[in-house]
């Protein structure tokens, strides 16, 4: 694996940015975006998880990194979960639920798969 020199390098950081204006185009629609409290908690959650990455990253540790890398994870799990939610309450149908849950479970899939690579090569 060759060292990113920069976290707008990492492939998983330029995955969750197109995931997040992804849900933020999504909290843009009616009825979704009346509920400010949820559309918000979206959006913070998405957020974190590119914020996360980068902010690991630039620590410089892979110790400190996967800490980071393990936040992002987590903010992706809650997003899975909203978006459990957003389909129950009929804001999203089926196919964008899908869509959605995919990209939340590959995206974390990747992440796993560096925290395990980062783990073997700490620094």
């Known amino acids: 694996m060759a060292k990113a020199k920069s976290f707008e390098e990492l492939e998983i950081w330029q995955k969750s940015i ?3 204006i992804d849900f933020y185009s999504l909290v843009k629609n009616e009825p979704l975006s009346k509920d400010y409290s949820l ?4 959006k913070r959650a998405a957020v974190s998880v590119s914020n996360n990455i980068a902010e690991g990253f630039e620590y410089g540790s892979n110790k400190q990194f996967i ?3 393990f ?3 987590g903010s992706l799990g809650e997003l899975r ?3 459990f939610l957003l389909d129950r309450l009929k804001f999203i149908d089926d196919d964008l639920s899908v869509k959605l849950k995919t990209k ?3 995206l974390a899939k990747m992440i796993s798969s560096l925290i395990k690579y980062l783990e073997n090569h700490i620094k």
Do not use: P, W
């Not at 559309?39 to 979206?42: K, L």
């Open 18 to 20: 197109d995931l997040a």
């Open 39 to 42: 559309c918000d908690q979206i």
């Open 67 to 69: 800490k980071f890398l």
């Open 71 to 73: 936040i992002a994870k």
């Open 81 to 83: 979960s909203m978006v």
């Open 104 to 106: 939340c479970t590959e």
